[in-house]
């Protein structure tokens, strides 16, 4: 009788979950970075690296610099990862200038803080707008990579 009793409940399982549409996730900042957790970790590995190099040779203001730089460079890819996990979880079609818009306030809150802070700590500064480029350059890399497997199978 145990057996006609399961067999009954997961078959109501079933019918419940297949005739409830499937929801997307919903958008959150510890999803997006559970999802960018590799690139988190180069980006750590990065902030380490500049002190171990960098602050070696006693030049560890520079070396904070770059680790901040990376940080940035770490805080603009996740607001842009959650910016489109949201656009997506939400369903919507964003338009061309919702896009534009976004990017262009996140750049330039980026910039204009990337710019002060290099002028204030300047000339060790110009570390912070190296770092933001190193991190760029391998998430751009990171991100590149798999793209280009998945183009390559059919």
Not at 3 to 27: K, L, V, W
Not at 89 to 114: F, I, K
Request: with cysteine; aromatic share 6%; hydrophobic share 50%.
């Amino acid at each position: 009788m145990s057996t006609i009793e399961t067999s009954t409940e997961t078959s109501t399982e079933m019918s419940t979950e297949m005739s409830e549409p499937t929801q997307p996730g919903t958008a959150s900042v510890w999803r997006v970075v559970r999802d960018q957790r590799k690139i988190g970790g180069v980006a750590v590995g990065l902030m380490v690296a500049s002190f171990w190099i960098v602050g070696q040779l006693g030049e560890w203001r520079l070396a904070g610099c770059i680790a901040g730089g990376v940080l940035f460079g770490l805080v603009n890819h996740l607001a842009t990862e959650y910016w489109l996990l949201k656009t997506i979880t939400s369903g919507e079609q964003p338009t061309r200038n919702q896009m534009v818009m976004s990017t262009v306030v996140r750049l330039t809150v980026l910039t204009v803080v990337a710019v002060g802070v290099a002028v204030v700590f300047w000339p060790d500064g110009i570390g912070l707008l190296l770092g933001l480029a190193i991190f760029r350059l391998i998430a751009l890399v990171m991100t590149t990579i798999p793209l280009l497997k998945e183009l390559k199978n059919p």
